[in-house]
Each structure stands twice: as C-alpha cells, then as structure tokens.
C-alpha cells in the first residue's frame, strides 16, 4: 500500500492508469472499506481510498464535525493526482463530501471526470435529522439498523469507545450540512441508490440531475442503504461501464 498523504491509501498503486478514482466513505467508514474496490477495478482504474481523520491509522487525530472541512482536505490531498482524470465515488456521507469536493476542484480550474453518488439524496433535499444529538445507545441502534457494519463488533465496549467519535463527528458533519448556492458541476453525474433506502428516496436521489450541466442516470439496485454489500459485482460493473464511457 502506498501514501502520499494521511488521507489517501493507495492499495493497487498503478501510476499509468488511464482514470483515478477518488472513493470516500459513509459516516463511520473509513478507506479499509474500499479495499476489495480497487483490487476488483486494479489495473485499470487506480483507487484513491480517501481515510477521515479519527479512526484507523488516523484514530489519534480529532475527527472532523462539518462537510466543509472534510472537502477542504479531501480537495488539498487529491490535488496531486489531477495530472491525469480525476473521478469521484462518494456512498452517503462520502457523496455529500465528493460534490463538494468536485465543486472545490471546478473552481480551482480542475474539474473532475465525473461524480457517483451513491446512496445519498440530492444537495439540495434536505431532511430534519439528530442522530448525531442521541445517547451512544441511539447512534448505535441506528448504525443497526442501516446494517452497513458488523453488529457483533458493535457489542464489544471497546470497539464502541473506538468507533463512536468518529461516528458522532460523522453524522454531525452531514446532518448540519446545507447546501449553498452557485455554479453547478459541469461533469456527469451517476446516482446509484437502492430501490429501498430509508436515506434516499428515489424522488431524492432523482435531484441530482439539478446539480450538473452535463449528463444524468440514476440507477436503482435491490436493496436498503448498504445495498452495495449485497451487489458488490453489479455496482462494480456499473462504475467501471460508467468509467469506460468517458475515458479513452
């Protein structure tokens, strides 16, 4: 594995891919969980796991409590990889930093090759949400119930202690987010989303479109808001075939 910096892991360096894909995490994610990504799109697509400070190798570092300051890193770190197309995957949280992110690299003067957003509503759809203000008991019983981490770790207290700063910080980072108005991105936008997701309904998810010049797809998958855990194979084939489109 290689690193540049504390918030990119490069499991499958390959300098002469044609396209780099910048992969962020959910709330309470971290860049381990793109691992299987980038061996499954390796040689031809170089991942960029993006790691949030708080958890994992970086588990010393305060975690971050706004979208803002995710996208000031994220867009600080990747800045050295735009030599060559720079692509954007985002599930939950991580779509939410990925287009601010994308709209950060647009107004610097590189614009990257395309955003997927995946499980998460449009910007712009805003919803009145606390889990970041509930007792330890409460964020735990939501991480649950969205069934995107193993729920025997979660009993163990130590791993609790671990894992709900970062958790917390997370969902305080989206759940206060509000978009702001301005120039909208000029790359295409593919949105994928499960057909039942509490998160992001398909209206929601459908919104997207309103945030690009460029093309539009929304793409609906079997499945709650970790759908992509279950069709692993499905949504690989969808970003590589998305990819392919816009890369010679």
């Known amino acids: 594995m290689a690193t540049t910096s504390a918030w990119v892991q490069r499991f ?17 994610g971290a860049a381990s969980y793109y691992h299987p990504v980038s061996a499954a799109l390796s040689p031809d697509i170089e991942v960029l796991a ?6 994992q190798n970086r588990r ?9 300051g995710l996208a000031d890193g994220v867009a600080e770190a990747v800045e050295p990889y735009t030599d060559r197309p720079l692509a954007f995957f985002g599930h939950s949280l ?16 590189t614009p990257p090759l395309t955003l997927i957003a995946s499980g998460r509503r449009a910007p712009s759809r805003h919803r ?17 119930r969205l069934g ?3 729920t025997q770790l979660l009993d163990d207290p130590e791993i609790q202690a671990m894992v709900l700063p970062a958790v917390r910080a997370d969902y305080q980072a989206v759940e206060t987010y509000r978009h702001t108005e301005g120039p909208v991105l000029g790359c295409p936008i593919l949105t ?8 992001a309904t398909l209206d929601e998810a459908r919104d997207w479109k309103l945030h690009t010049t460029g093309d539009f797809r929304l793409t609906t998958f079997t499945g709650g808001h970790f759908y992509l855990n279950d069709q692993a194979p499905a949504v690989i084939t969808a970003i590589r075939e998305h990819l392919a489109t816009l890369t010679p």
Do not use: F, W
């Open 60 to 68: 010393t570092e305060p975690p971050l409590h706004t979208i803002d």
């Open 94 to 109: 991580g779509a939410t930093v990925a287009y601010e992110t994308a709209r950060r690299l647009t107004k610097a003067g």
């Open 148 to 150: 995107g981490t193993d």
């Open 12 to 28: 499958h360096p390959q300098p002469e891919a044609p396209v780099r894909l910048v992969c962020l995490p959910h709330a309470g």
């Open 50 to 55: 993006i790691q949030y400070p708080g958890r």
């Open 192 to 199: 994928l989303v499960g057909d039942d997701d509490p998160l």
């Open 128 to 144: 009145d949400e606390d889990v970041h203000q509930r007792t330890d008991a409460g964020v735990l019983a939501e991480i649950r």
